[in-house]
Nanobody, 114 residues
Framework: QVQLVESGGGLVQPGGSLRLSCAASGSIFSIHAMGWYRQAPGKQRELVAVDFSGGSSNYADSVKGRFTISRDNAKNTVYLQMNSLKPEDTAVYYC????????WGKGTLVTVSS
């Protein structure tokens, strides 16, 4: 089993930045992918960004050029640097780890508001 510990959420003004972190621990063997999803009130959960073990990554069109995903393999930690934040980025952000099974974090709230 895998445990995910998230941090970095909070309140930020439009145009500001936040950095989310997610550290995976437990019975980890050959992680396939780590990434971030988000769910806004009344909306479906959507993929934000994912980093694959092979070194490739992909982003939702709505965040391309503003968000950057990165991973520290030694620490089994994935990061999401969020710049130029917009009110529509407001959502609960969930960390995801895939290695045969899919594991989810509890979510961290990001609120973008003046």
């Amino acid at each position: 089993q895998v445990q995910l510990v998230e941090s970095g959420g909070g309140l930020v003004q439009p145009g500001g930045s936040l950095r989310l972190s997610c550290a995976a621990s437990g019975s980890i063997f050959s992680i396939h992918a780590m990434g971030w999803y988000r769910q806004a009130p009344g909306k479906q959960r959507e993929l934000v960004a994912v980093d694959f073990s092979g070194g490739s990554s992909n982003y939702a069109d709505s965040v391309k050029g503003r968000f950057t995903i990165s991973r520290d393999n030694a620490k089994n930690t994935v990061y999401l640097q969020m710049n130029s934040l917009k009110p529509e980025d407001t959502a609960v952000y969930y960390c995801m780890v895939s290695h045969g099974m899919v594991y989810w974090g509890k979510g961290t709230l990001v609120t973008v508001s003046s």
